[in-house]
């Protein structure tokens, strides 16, 4: 997908197909009513009839005969009063899967006058969202039924700060290109992205990008002690490799963000085997990781004023006669020794020897991700993620400033009586505390690798690293969460947020 920025009034674009907003409360304002106006009120008779009412990605396609565009595409915004820049990805989004799935190849989407305040984000977000609309799950099809025709997308500053628009289509074509980057790593199935190809992915982005890479192999990471992650490991046929991803944006600051992603290619929950139905999903339970990856993308593209790490353990969790069984006890690189009581619970026993990694790299500041628990699905469903800490004003900062993103993060807590869940009996810690609170549990558990003077988060995205239905903007199955809120927080910490949001400051820790 190719963004491109105009100057050019709506009115005059020679396009395949022009997309304008609307909103529902029933005034066309802006671009619409231009070119309602050019179309002797075309728009207002659909809005009108009922057909759409200006919702969020309501559509209404009209041909324009006579015009220098072919056809108008109207895209509903909602309530004016409630816009927020976010949106525009899913209104770019929308059109782009709903025109390209018509065989138009070029679109021009004109911006609301809402966008004036806040152009870059604005902007960065509608090219965001036609990228990450034209993602498609057909790649291994081999004549897929469903083609994305769209090519390229231009967005119209008409009115607009030029520069501001091209500075904002500039970032969103690298997020939207890290979102799809982080689907397709998730997205392929688990013979073709074991642990090494994964490795080999990342090591495709850092030549790319220019950030530093190291991949620790089985013999490295015994080396280290990382005996937790190697637990997990040891069943499978696949070599596990442990990746570590560099950007050095401030070389004279000692602050180093970690940025630390499960890499799990594919979980059968090992001898605690999972039930049959829907395994095949577990590919995805590398998200966090294709997520962390793909973030290490758009930050080596960006260039931010800020020192990150990037950390994914990635292994298989597979049955086998050398695998993990219920009952072994297994030692952490920090010396703590863990009773594996469910091999299913495999994600934190990675995560834990990646955490203290990331301490002994100099990490001041912390962020882990991962598909971690079934237990968060029950509790959010697939509205959001759940983040847990060590730090309420780290806490407070990024869900502050991941919300204005578009991603969904909701805030619980780690009481003690989650931590004291997590004790075992005859080895520092169990792996699992039982059904209730799982989500809690985990995050005690992992809370217990992590200096306490060090800010900590962990984000639990099982429930939204991917989605079992398309939507107007997007296609079904993985999502590209966390990249967004990951890209927005180191641009806040780096001083420079693109997206601003109350309480997201660069003093918030």
């Known amino acids: 997908m190719q963004i491109r920025t105009a100057q050019d009034a709506p009115g005059t674009v020679r396009t395949g197909a022009l997309v304008v907003p609307v909103f529902s409360d029933g005034e066309l304002t802006g671009p619409a009513k231009a070119i309602d106006t050019a179309l002797g009120g075309a728009i207002a008779d659909v809005l009108a009839s009922g057909e759409i009412k200006g919702k969020l990605c309501e559509l209404a396609l009209i041909h324009a005969k006579g015009q220098p565009f072919q056809r108008v595409l109207v895209v509903g915004l909602g309530e004016s009063a409630k816009f927020e820049p976010y949106m525009l990805a899913r209104y770019a989004g929308a059109a782009v899967r709903y025109l390209g799935r018509r065989n138009v190849a070029e679109i021009a989407v004109a911006l609301p006058l809402q966008a004036a305040t806040s152009a870059v984000a604005c902007a960065s977000f509608a090219a965001e969202g036609a990228i990450s609309g034209s993602f498609e799950t057909t790649s291994y099809q081999e004549k897929p039924d469903k083609r994305m025709a769209v090519t390229s997308t231009t967005l119209l500053s008409h009115g607009l700060d030029r520069a501001a628009v091209e500075t904002g289509a500039n970032r969103g074509t690298v997020v939207g290109d890290a979102v799809n980057l982080a689907r397709r790593l998730a997205l392929t199935p688990a013979n073709d992205m074991t642990p090494t190809h994964l490795a080999d992915e990342a090591m495709k982005v850092a030549k ?6 190291d991949v620790l192999d089985e013999a490295r990471a015994r080396t280290e002690k990382m005996g937790s992650f190697l637990s997990v490991a040891q069943g499978s046929a696949q070599p596990p490799k442990f990746i570590v991803m560099t950007y050095k944006g401030d070389p004279s600051s000692k602050e180093l963000l970690a940025l630390v992603g499960k890499g799990i290619t594919f979980d059968t929950g090992g001898i605690s085997l999972k039930p049959p139905d829907r395994m095949e999903e577990m590919k995805y339970d590398m998200s966090g990781g294709a997520g962390t990856i793909a973030a290490m993308y758009a930050i080596g593209k960006l260039k931010p004023k800020l020192n990150v790490v990037a950390i994914v353990p990635a292994t298989e969790n597979m049955p086998g006669g050398k695998a993990t069984k219920p009952g072994d006890i297994v030692t952490a690189m920090n010396g703590k020794t863990i009773e594996v009581i469910n091999t299913d619970a495999e994600g934190r026993l990675i995560l834990c020897d990646a955490l203290c990694y990331a301490q002994k790299l100099g990490a001041t500041k912390i962020v882990d991700t991962a598909t971690l628990t079934g237990a968060c699905v029950i509790a959010l469903g697939h509205a959001a993620s759940a983040v847990v800490g060590n730090n309420d004003a780290f806490i407070d900062q990024f869900v502050a400033l991941s919300k204005p993103t578009g991603e969904r993060y ?33 995050g005690a558990f992992l809370k217990a690798f992590v200096d306490e003077k060090t800010p900590w988060l962990h984000l639990d995205i099982a429930g939204t690293a991917y989605l079992d239905n398309e939507s107007a903007w997007q296609a079904k199955g993985p999502t590209g969460t966390p990249v967004r809120a990951f890209v927005s927080l180191v641009e806040t910490l780096a001083g420079a947020p693109v997206v601003h949001a109350n309480g997201a400051t660069k003093a918030g820790v």
């Open 208 to 213: 790319e990008v220019g950030v530093e890479i």
């Open 410 to 442: 909701w805030p619980m807590p780690l009481y003690d009586d989650y931590t004291s869940a997590m004790k075992s009996d005859i080895a520092d810690l169990k792996n699992t505390g039982g059904r209730p609170a799982g989500t809690l549990t985990a």
